[in-house]
């Protein structure tokens, strides 16, 4: 998994799984089996079952539908989009993306 959460309000894990690339069926069953160790690991008693977000690149309505149709735990499937310019208010105070590129390449922090 990619990222775990607890959601205090919610009284449940959350966790997250991040994708770079279009949504597979094969996602879903990972996520589920994610939720299951979770619940079984981390879980007490006063726990709400944990909730898995899938955050992928692109998604058919209907192939996730057909993928989560029989999956009993409480998921969500999101796609992203890349914006290719920061608001104005951050572009002064971060490194392009280039930059960033750059230093990465080069091992560099901050």
């Known amino acids: 998994m990619d990222l775990l959460f607890y959601h205090v309000k919610l009284h449940c894990y959350v966790v997250v799984e991040l994708k770079a690339v279009d949504f597979e069926p094969e996602h879903a069953g990972k996520l589920n089996f994610y939720l299951k160790a979770v619940d079984e690991k981390f879980r007490t008693e006063g726990d709400n079952p944990a909730i898995g977000i899938l955050i992928c690149k692109n998604k058919d309505k209907v192939v996730v539908e057909y993928a989560l149709a029989d999956i009993r735990k409480p998921i969500g499937v999101a796609d992203y989009r890349l914006a290719h310019t920061l608001p104005k208010k951050l572009r002064s105070g971060l490194p ?15």
Do not use: I, Y
Request: glycine share 14%; aromatic share 0%.
């Open 96 to 110: 392009s993306a280039a930059e960033m590129e750059r230093r990465l390449r080069r091992g560099e922090k901050g």
